[in-house]
């Protein structure tokens, strides 16, 4: 069973610049999840979906910051205009329905942003 | 509000135990423990749950004291393979039935021969 997938591993985008991050949960879950992790810094939710919806994007910036999850196809986020301080690794976690009986996050390898 | 970890930082020998804590300001739902390695992804370790009993797998067990509104997570014979940052997240249930986790601010552990 395939774990969580992200890519990039690493993507390196100049000021002004769009990235495009990618996220396939794994096999029957059907929660996916975006955290930022800033250089010797924890995690921080950025934003809950599911397919189609999103549901909590409290930790999102305002501007700038947008994220999908479509009925096909892998979770994306977005982010337009880079600013250097976008810099850092972007995990996406996926978890099973609620259904399952389980919420446990599993998460990815992450993708390290570089702002040049 | 971001739960506190304590000790933020310990150096072990091979074999030795370790107790790293996690607090939270707020009422705990769930806690859910995870091992990151420098430049990798977190690693679940395990979940507690609010009224749920404490648990464990091979050498690492934690508790979880919702009067307290804290969590502990036991390292038992410690292996150079335990060596990592150890996260607690603090969850917050959504609608929808996901979980925000809030982390730790981190705990630095060091296994050494």
């Known amino acids: 069973n395939a774990g969580v997938m992200q890519n990039p591993r690493h993507l390196v985008r100049r000021r002004g610049q769009e990235a495009r991050l990618r996220c396939s949960p794994m096999k029957g879950h059907s929660h996916v999840y975006w955290y930022r992790q800033l250089p010797e810094e924890g995690l921080k939710f950025m934003v809950y979906l599911q397919k189609e919806n999103i549901i909590d994007e409290s930790g999102m910036p305002k501007e700038r910051f947008s994220a999908e999850f479509p009925k096909e196809g892998p979770s994306i986020l977005r982010i337009q205009q880079v600013v250097r301080g976008d810099s850092a690794a972007y995990f996406c976690?996926?978890?099973?329905?609620?259904?399952?009986?389980?919420?446990?996050?599993?998460f990815g390898p992450g993708t390290r942003l570089t702002v040049t | 509000q971001q739960p506190v970890q304590s000790p933020q930082a310990v150096i072990l020998r091979e074999g030795e135990d370790a107790v790293i804590n996690c607090s939270s300001s707020k009422a705990l739902y769930s806690v859910h423990w995870y091992r990151q390695k420098h430049g990798e992804a977190p690693i679940f370790l395990m979940i507690?749950?609010?009224?749920?009993e404490q648990k464990g797998h091979d050498k690492i067990s934690a508790s979880f004291n919702e009067k307290k509104q804290q969590s502990s997570l036991y390292l038992t014979a410690s292996q150079l393979s335990y060596s990592g940052t150890y996260f607690c997240g603090t969850g917050e249930e959504l609608t929808g039935g996901g979980n925000k986790l809030t982390f730790g601010t981190g705990t630095q552990l060091k296994v050494e021969l």
């Open positions: 507690l749950l609010k009224g749920g």
């Open positions: 976690a996926s978890s099973p329905p609620l259904y399952a009986g389980s919420n446990e996050q599993y």
